[in-house]
């Protein structure tokens, strides 16, 4: 009899590879179905607008950390 993880006996049989490998296929094969079904979901509209609307900020934040990055390197070469 085999032992549990936890020390006991759990009274299993080891199970042989192949039998595993039969049992978990089916489980992969539905898995993969629901990620394809997923992903081939549109993406509402209102969440496109928030990515759009983040991606604006992001954009507006690092063009204002390059010109001020720009700005105090002038300042530098000017002193």
Known sequence: MGK????GDSGAKPVD???????????????RQMYDDVVSEDVPDDFMSFLEKADE??????????NEAQQ????????
Do not use: M, W, Y
């Not at 549990?4 to 020390?7: N, R």
């Not at 105090?72 to 002193?79: G, I, Q, V």
């Open 4 to 7: 549990d993880h936890s020390g």
């Open 17 to 31: 590879a192949r039998v595993a490998r039969r049992r978990q296929d089916p489980i992969g094969r539905r898995l």
């Open 57 to 66: 900020r992001k954009s507006d934040t690092q063009a204002t950390g390059h």
């Open 72 to 79: 105090k390197r002038a300042l530098k070469t000017e002193s």
